[in-house]
């Protein structure tokens, strides 16, 4: 049976999605070719998604626009944890612990979804806090998995708390760990009773979605435990991975309550702490002559 013919719309998010997941700015040549469209028609279809916000224009480049980036803002916060929900609680069934979602920002990660078991309810949720990567395991996992350059804010947060970056007990020697082992494990650093156990999100190199932490008490990460904890965390992290992947999710079980959350980057990258913008972690360079359009209780570790 031969395929169907690309619609408008088919041929308007070809070029959205394209431009959104190049590694740096592309061309209108490098885009039609990408998508598979005459040059002539990836330009007129560019045209309209400039003049609509979904694409901004950038010499002769062409970057995610402001209506992406307000999308995105929403996303992070609903479409996010909803779509991640279901990995939280099978996650926290399994293995008896407290999940939580988190995403990354400026200068640390922000937690957007718990599920916790009644047995740890003298834990904090964290729900809606700004956490720092010298503190926690869930941006320590984040920031392991970003590119050095884009690791800069998270340490310079860090280093201006006075928190040792070089060294065998420093922040930098913990980053390097978590980068080849694919895991930040957290004991008692923010809480002595308390443990956790992150991992990173990625659906490309370089540029982690969110993170999912497991948190409990110390004896909870024993050694006899841990290779299993760590099992379940990749598993349950890969799933999530899948599914941001995957074309079109259109249906989920439950939209999470998401509470205290004023600005949250991650999908995208938009909204930071303070509701000012802000551009995602990237190395691709910047532009900033923009043409116009072409004219027509115990806090626990997290």
Known sequence: MPAAPRTAVDKALDLIEAVARASRPPRLVDLAEEVGLHRATAY?????????????????????????????????????????????????????????????????????????????????????????????????????????????????????SGYPLEGPDGLLADIEDAERTGFAVEYGRNEQPVASLARAVVTRPGAPVCALTLVGLGPDFGEARLPGLRERLREATEELARILSGPGTSEVTEVPQVTGVTGVTGVTGVTGVTGQASPPPTSAPVFPSVSPPPSPSTEGPA
Do not use: K
């Not at 224009?57 to 402001?66: E, I, Q, S, V």
């Not at 980036?69 to 909803?82: F, V, Y």
């Not at 964290?126 to 320590?140: S, Y």
């Open 44 to 160: 007129r279809v560019l045209v309209d998604l400039v003049r609509r916000g979904w694409v901004l224009r950038a010499g002769d480049r062409y970057l995610p626009g402001t209506a992406v980036l307000q999308l995105s803002s929403s996303a992070a916060r609903n479409s996010l944890g909803a779509l991640a929900r279901p990995v939280l609680a099978a996650l926290s069934e399994r293995t008896g612990m407290m999940v939580n979602l988190q995403v990354p920002e400026v200068d640390r990660s922000r937690v957007i979804d718990v599920v916790r078991p009644d047995r740890l309810a003298m834990i904090s949720s964290l729900t809606g806090q700004a956490l720092p990567v010298h503190r926690f395991a869930g941006p320590l996992a984040l920031v392991a998995a970003l590119s050095p350059a884009d690791r800069v804010p998270y340490l310079r947060a860090a280093e201006e």
